[in-house]
């Protein structure tokens, strides 16, 4: 696709369900960046890949967390034990390389009732 | 510590007019992003420099590298151009480092 596409767009999930969040990156994009952003507050780290790697997982907040990039495109993240604080926007992110001019998506809104 | 810093926090302006948001940060990098949030609304990058300036219609970013400092102008501002500013800065690492945003209300 032309740009950084996430789906779903809102997900609304029970306390304790699992979700998986998807994120279709520019292709041809090897780095690929998940950041979480609470309301009010700027967008915080969770992980990056360059290909089919974690890079740089040091800001997953705990083991509930997992992120996979199977083919170096499409990556997943997944929460399993959904709890209310995992409320947020997650948003998506790739660019051609580390350090290059990055792309966003439109982000996924979670919210656990 | 890396730590990205911008002001104002809020901002209103009438439109038309020149606007001016800051952002300073800590120790060198490599590169320094401006992009834009509306509300609800995913994140847009507007630029990317690593020295200089750049001009996209309406829209100037300077960045000053031995003074850590970057500057995004609006010229003409307009309703439209009612959304969040971040700062976001690569240092050396993997991750980008956000500001805590400007949030730009323009008043027709």
């Known amino acids: 696709g032309a740009g950084v596409s996430q789906t779903p767009s809102n997900k609304v999930t029970e306390k304790g369900k699992y979700v998986e969040l998807r994120c279709d990156p520019i292709?041809?994009?090897?780095?690929l960046y998940w950041y979480r952003q609470s309301l009010g507050q700027g967008p915080e780290f969770l992980i990056y890949f360059q290909g089919t790697g974690a890079a740089d997982d040091s800001g997953l907040p705990n083991d509930r967390f997992f992120a996979v990039r199977p083919e170096g495109s499409v990556s997943t993240l997944k929460i399993q034990r959904t709890e209310r604080g995992d409320s947020a926007v997650y948003l998506c992110?790739?660019?051609?390389?580390?350090?290059?001019?990055?792309?966003f998506g439109q982000g996924t809104r979670l919210t656990v009732v | 510590k890396n730590e990205v810093e911008q002001s104002p926090q809020n901002l209103t302006a009438q439109e038309g007019e020149f606007i001016t948001i800051n952002c300073s940060y800590s120790?060198?990098?490599?590169?320094l992003h401006w992009l834009q949030q509306h509300p609800g609304g995913g994140i847009v990058s507007l630029f990317m420099l690593s020295s200089g300036k750049k001009k996209h219609g309406r829209l100037i970013a300077t960045i000053n590298i031995q003074e850590k400092h970057s500057s995004l102008h609006i010229t003409a501002s307009h309703p439209r151009d009612s959304a969040v500013y971040i700062c976001?800065?690569?240092?050396?690492?993997?991750?980008?480092?956000f500001g805590t945003g400007t949030s730009l209300t323009v008043i027709p």
């Open positions: 976001a800065v690569w240092y050396t690492g993997n991750q980008f480092y």
């Open positions: 992110a790739s660019s051609l390389g580390a350090r290059t001019e990055a792309f």
């Open positions: 292709s041809g994009h090897t780095a």
């Open positions: 120790v060198g990098i490599s590169a």
